[in-house]
């Protein structure tokens, strides 16, 4: 931990001066020159010496660029997209938005790393994102949406890294996962030492400790058990801990009355993440200017404050029937035709909790194996798999009809 602690501040401190990298990035002072009254902290990214903000701009759901610009203008400083983010219609708007001020801001993009895929189409894509971002270079560029070791073992991603690094194109490199064998793919890379960041989905539903408060109540189990070992495990080692999928679906409408100014569901849960000390920051999809602002109110708190734990026990209760923990893949392999469940429920969760329909089909569109096969299934052997006692073969097929 002091080894790591003494490198973070010495990149801190000595990055720009000793030149070390091919590019520098933002000054902390730079970096937070746009403050006005919303971003309270930033936080040293592991072993980078970027300082973010705690909380930072995710573009999945954003393709206006004044909201971004927005964004900006309050001190956020770090912007997480990704090439396949509304078919680049995201890179662009934060391209447009943010021309004129790279050097006070951190860009953060994203490809998808298969087995078989070459460092060519690797430096392709991340050439399309830079033009479309409208800049040279970005921060961190990750190995997006991990679902298996296996992506992590292709040479021609570490060769592609490798030379766009020397030629000025990426500064860092990350991973970043939210379903599917997650645990085993964080295992990999923090023992490796094979990123500088992962960008991972945690929030309070996914804590055994807060779960444990609620077992008189509901019939809950943690799914993941090592995740919170494995999130003090890559901060130890200096790798850069970014939360993400951190509002369990944001569908606030069951708890709309328990709300109030100062106190509504989002600031509580980015509380209650930000109060994990292994722990950077976080992203969020944010989609309009008084979405931020209430986002950003959450801005430097460590602790959930006052009745914000009745309110995260009150959420959980309202999802809890078809609210699918991505990461937990337990019941992935009772299926005989292969459904990836997780992430067929994922992509419904965009439906039925963000209430983006359109992006939800373009997702499931993508996905290898839909769940086609569940409308017909007469096996059920899905049923009774889920630990969160969910009705899996209801979901899936509702799903198809739905996104199909």
Request: charge should be neutral; include cysteine; hydrophobic fraction near 35%.
């Given at each position: ?243 993400m999928k951190t509002l369990r679906g944001a569908r606030r409408h069951d708890i709309a009355a328990f709300e109030k100014p100062g106190l509504t569901f989002p600031q509580a849960a980015f509380s209650w993440v930000l109060s994990n000390p292994n722990v950077d920051g976080l992203i969020v999809s944010m989609k309009s200017p008084e979405q931020v602002d209430e986002y950003l109110e959450a801005s430097g708190s460590r602790t959930p404050r006052g009745a914000a734990l009745p309110l995260l026990h009150q959420y959980l209760a309202s999802e809890q ?84």
């Amino acid at each position: 931990m002091k080894k790591a602690f003494e490198r973070r501040e010495f990149l801190k401190g000595g990055l720009a001066t000793l030149g070390l990298g091919v590019l520098a990035g933002p000054s902390e002072s730079l970096a937070q020159a746009n403050v006005q009254d919303r971003v309270q902290r930033y936080v040293p990214l592991g072993r980078t010496g970027m300082r973010i903000s705690d909380i930072s701009f995710g573009s999945s759901q954003t393709t206006d660029p004044a909201v971004v610009r927005h964004a900006f203008e309050q001190g956020v400083n770090y912007f997480d997209t990704a090439e396949g983010y509304n078919e680049g219609l995201s890179e662009e708007a934060i391209g447009q938005a943010l021309s004129g001020s790279r050097d006070q801001i951190y860009l953060a993009s994203k490809v998808k790393c298969m087995p078989e895929t070459t460092q060519s189409e690797l430096m392709k894509s991340l050439e399309g994102s830079l033009s479309r971002l409208r800049t040279d270079y970005v921060d961190v560029y990750f190995n997006h949406a991990v679902n298996s070791v296996d992506r992590l073992k292709n040479d021609e991603w570490y060769e592609f890294v490798s030379k766009a690094k020397a030629q000025g194109k990426l500064r860092f490199t990350g991973m970043s996962g939210h379903s599917g064998r997650l645990g085993e793919c964080l295992e990999y890379v923090i023992t490796h030492d094979a990123v500088d960041v992962v960008l991972v989905s945690y929030n309070y539903g996914q804590d055994p400790g807060f779960l444990k408060s609620l077992m008189k109540d509901f019939d809950l189990i943690s799914v993941q058990p090592n995740l919170l070992q494995q999130l003090a495990k890559a901060h130890e080692k200096g790798i850069g801990v970014i939360a993400m999928k951190t509002l369990r679906g944001a569908r606030r409408h069951d708890i709309a009355a328990f709300e109030k100014p100062g106190l509504t569901f989002p600031q509580a849960a980015f509380s209650w993440v930000l109060s994990n000390p292994n722990v950077d920051g976080l992203i969020v999809s944010m989609k309009s200017p008084e979405q931020v602002d209430e986002y950003l109110e959450a801005s430097g708190s460590r602790t959930p404050r006052g009745a914000a734990l009745p309110l995260l026990h009150q959420y959980l209760a309202s999802e809890q029937s078809d609210y699918c923990n991505h990461g937990c893949e337990i019941c992935h392999d009772s299926c005989p035709n292969g459904v990836a469940i997780n992430e067929v429920l994922r992509t419904r969760m965009y439906a039925t909790h963000y209430g983006n329909l359109d992006y939800a089909r373009k997702d499931y569109a993508r996905l290898e194996s839909g769940a086609s096969a569940c409308s017909s299934c007469s096996h059920q052997s899905c049923l009774g798999q889920c630990p969160s006692g969910l009705s899996v073969a209801q979901l899936t097929r509702s799903a198809h009809k739905m996104l199909s």
